[in-house]
């Protein structure tokens, strides 16, 4: 499955109880930066994805920006840079 999102957004992976994907997330919708969200815990394949990109650790929240670059952590700056917003 191809995770790359539209030029402007990112797609997030993350889990249910993961404190820094929560701050992300509403970051993110203040900032009105669109992002679609993927528990690794639900969507088969996508944990081994995150730990593929993360030298393997399951690390979230991971982003992928419409370039095909990732970021592990990001800040909400970081996002808006790279996005250049």
Not at 49 to 66: K, Y
Request: with cysteine; proline share 5%; hydrophobic share 30%.
């Amino acid at each position: 499955m191809d995770y790359t999102p539209e030029n402007g957004t990112i797609t997030m992976f993350s889990t249910s109880w993961c404190g820094y994907c929560r701050r992300l997330k509403s970051q993110l919708t203040a900032q009105g930066i669109g992002f679609r969200d993927i528990n690794i815990e639900e969507t088969e394949g996508t944990a081994e994805l995150v730990a593929s990109l993360n030298g393997g650790n399951q690390t979230v929240p991971t982003v992928i920006f419409p370039d095909g670059s990732t970021a592990t952590n990001p800040s909400v700056a970081e996002v808006k840079t790279r996005l250049g917003v």
